[in-house]
């Protein structure tokens, strides 16, 4: 082990002794493990109904590539004590989970098993404006304070690429088609700025998060992802709202919709038939 | 299948590394070339590496027929365009108290230099 | 002077007699090769079932898929019926270049699904009811499609054989994903083991069913010479049950499961397993899509279909 390291892993352990620490790197870890968890399922719900058979597959691999974020995120949070990582993500109520509401609301009217009207408009939109967001707070972790955290963003940051290339693909050209399908894209933009707020807030942690140095701030991220964004609004004659809403709830605190609820209970009903069981 | 519409023809190919030659996978349909690009990977090399990928609309290139990959076959009887016809120069070399620079030789030349 | 092209014409006997000489000798016939219209029509028959198939049997599976009991277990099956979707999408592929000169393309073949037209394997209508179903899969009907599969690899119709090659690379993880399931069930609780009897219990008979019937005189039509004669496949129905029961009864019972049929046993005599026949008019049933869970499935495939009909129209040129 080099001299380098081994001072990392010294500071590291120091940082985790100081006050508060510990408990905001754990917040975070969990927005961020909680966020990619449930788009992730979101996702394979739509598995075998995506608008072309090709895209079906596709998408799957973007699913699984932001499962396995997740589970990267679970096992730090298993690493710091947390609890182990499949019950961190399987037996957590609604209340203790940290995911943005706009993650968590269902694709469509019907479940994935019975008259799924999925809306392909919605999650071209959450999709798209999410991996832009992430990318802009991964980028961020890449300097933050929690060394773990930081090697996970490196990571993690290779596969955002391929995603932001395939979401906003599908973005720009279901816009630029025009007719019934900018009509439905239009409407999906509007609703999902009513909740894109939700992604950037860091909730009652927010002060810790900056003390602490883990990440850049709500501002900053927000000033981020539009700079990325605005030359893609301004290419479609697109306009975007000064701010963004939080119409339903700060999922960071807590607070969710019955949607949530709904797919906790799908997504834990096997684990839950034995929570002992090696599965 | 018609020009334009959603279900378009178009065949792909990708290099393994940036070292190997570009690769036949396969075909899929999409309703333009950048569709076309962010599904080929995921559909085709979900398990290998990946290095690059070309997508390419089936009407623009030109296949042969079955009658056409006949004017594939030759004799057997070109030897003086491979080195096979040129084994002899290792007897004559050896005369001359001299390696024959074959193949392997030769292609070993532009390695790195040994340290 | 002699006119060469119509001196060289051969007749409709000849280039049959040439293409059997082909596929005798071994060659590969590509999709725009000449070829009799009864082996076009035979292919596109065998390989829109076989891709739509792979799309429909997606279905059953998927229905684990967002209830699979740990990170790892999603990820698993997620991959998995992805490669579902893409198997499908591989000899769609292969049907649709089989149709093109025929005018017919992807678009057709979902309407001939939806109108009961084009018909999906026996076990894809079936209704899973635990995880364990998704295991039994996993395990038993993707060894049963490997068996099946496997026999076609060297088909003379060259695109086929080529999706099948990746097809069966793919398989050998499918395989390892449902045993992974299966051992972790037979050696967990006393509820996980039963969690495998019950489905082998009820995967029995529709297991037996996919291979189909051992001669056309069960259900009176059987494609099984078709394919033989025209080199795409090289063994019987029958012949392709007894492998499989040669290679998966040792491995059920070494778990400790019981075999749903208590009169099974090997006969060393003529080497052949013997068994009890499943309902053969049931299976005539089930493919008429009345089996269980027939129509709640087709209905799945609608409403992807019309639900997502704005993005096809979107994108047309």
């Known amino acids: ?279 | ?115 | 002077m002699v006119n060469i092209i119509s001196a060289g014409q051969p007749t409709e006997e000849a280039k049959y007699e040439q293409f059997m000489k082909r596929i005798e000798a071994g060659e590969k016939i590509e999709a725009e090769d000449w070829m009799p219209e009864n082996y076009r029509m035979t292919l596109i028959k065998l390989i829109s079932m076989h891709g739509i198939s792979e799309i429909m049997g997606a279905l059953p599976e998927k229905e684990w898929v967002p209830k699979a009991p740990t990170l790892k277990r999603k990820l698993g099956i997620m991959a998995k019926v992805q490669d579902e979707m893409g198997h499908g999408q591989l000899l769609l592929r292969v049907t649709e270049d089989l149709m093109k000169p025929l005018g017919k393309t992807r678009e057709d073949i979902l309407q001939d699904l939806l109108s009961g037209r084009l018909k999906f394997h026996n076990v894809f209508h079936m209704e899973t009811k635990s995880w364990g179903d998704a295991g039994l899969i996993g395990w038993l009907v993707d060894g049963a499609a490997i068996i099946t599969q496997t026999n076609m690899l060297d088909a003379s119709y060259g695109p086929y054989a080529r999706a099948l090659k990746r097809i069966c690379a793919e398989e050998v993880f499918h395989a390892q994903h449902g045993e992974a399931i299966i051992l972790a069930l037979a050696e967990g609780t006393k509820e996980q083991r039963a969690m495998v009897q019950d489905a082998l219990n009820r995967w029995w008979e529709a297991l037996l069913m996919f291979f189909g019937p051992g001669d056309a005189a069960t259900t009176g039509t059987s494609k099984q010479d078709t394919t033989i004669k025209y080199r795409i496949r090289t063994k019987t129905n029958e012949e392709l049950r007894q492998d499989f029961f040669t290679k998966y009864i040792p491995r059920v019972l070494s778990l400790g499961l019981e075999l749903p049929d208590e009169e099974m046993y090997f006969d060393k005599e003529d080497g052949l397993w013997k068994y009890q026949q499943p309902d053969w008019s049931k299976f005539k049933e089930i493919i008429q899509n009345k089996g269980p869970k027939s129509n709640e499935r087709l209905r799945l495939r609608e409403i992807a279909y019309s639900n997502n009909k704005w993005v096809i129209d979107a994108l047309q040129h």
């Open chain 2, 1 to 115: 299948m018609s020009e334009s519409g959603f279900y378009q023809e178009f065949e792909v190919f990708s290099k393994r590394s940036d070292t190997s030659p570009i690769q036949y996978q396969f075909s899929l349909l999409a309703p333009n070339k950048e569709l076309a690009l962010v599904m080929a990977q995921e559909n085709f090399m979900r398990r290998e590496p990946v290095a690059d990928i070309w997508v390419v609309k089936r009407e623009d290139i030109r296949k042969m027929t079955s009658e056409e990959r006949q004017s594939l076959q030759r004799i057997d009887n070109k030897e003086y365009r491979n080195t096979k016809g040129y084994g002899y120069l290792k007897k004559k070399w050896r005369h001359y108290e001299q390696d024959m620079l074959d193949e392997k030789e030769i292609l070993s030349w532009g390695g790195k230099q040994k340290t």
């Open chain 1, 1 to 279: 082990m080099g001299r380098e390291t081994e001072d990392m892993i010294v500071n590291q352990k120091d940082m985790l002794q100081k006050e508060g620490y510990l408990e905001a790197v754990t917040h975070l870890l969990f927005q961020l493990a909680d966020d990619d968890f449930i788009l992730a399922y979101r996702g394979s719900e739509w598995l075998g109904l995506a608008p072309h058979i090709e895209e079906d597959v596709a998408f799957s691999s973007i699913s699984q590539d932001t499962m396995g974020h997740a589970a990267m995120f679970y096992s730090l949070l298993e690493e710091l004590g947390a609890g182990d990582a499949d019950k961190l993500a399987h037996a957590r109520l609604a209340k203790d989970r940290k995911n943005a509401i706009l993650l968590e609301l269902a694709n469509g009217p019907g479940t994935y098993l019975n008259e799924p009207q999925y809306d392909w408009a919605f999650t071209v939109v959450r999709n798209f404006f999410y991996v832009q967001a992430k990318k802009v707070k991964i980028l961020s972790l890449k300097n933050t304070s929690y060394q773990p955290m930081a090697e996970a963003a490196v990571k993690v940051n290779m596969e955002l690429y391929y995603h932001l290339l395939h979401w906003k693909t599908w973005f720009m050209q279901l816009i630029g088609a025009g007719g019934e399908a900018r009509t439905r894209m239009e409407k999906a933009v509007t609703d999902v700025f009513k909740d894109l707020g939700g992604l950037f807030s860091q909730g009652a942690t927010a002060v810790a998060f900056g003390e602490n140095q883990l990440i850049d701030t709500e501002e900053q991220l927000i000033a981020a992802w539009k700079h990325e964004m605005t030359p893609i609004f301004d290419s479609l004659e697109m306009k975007m709202p000064k701010k963004f809403g939080m119409e339903k709830g700060d999922g960071r605190n807590g607070e969710h919709t019955q949607d949530l609820e709904a797919a906790i209970e799908t997504l834990s009903e096997v684990y839950r038939l034995d929570v002992k069981a090696s599965w």
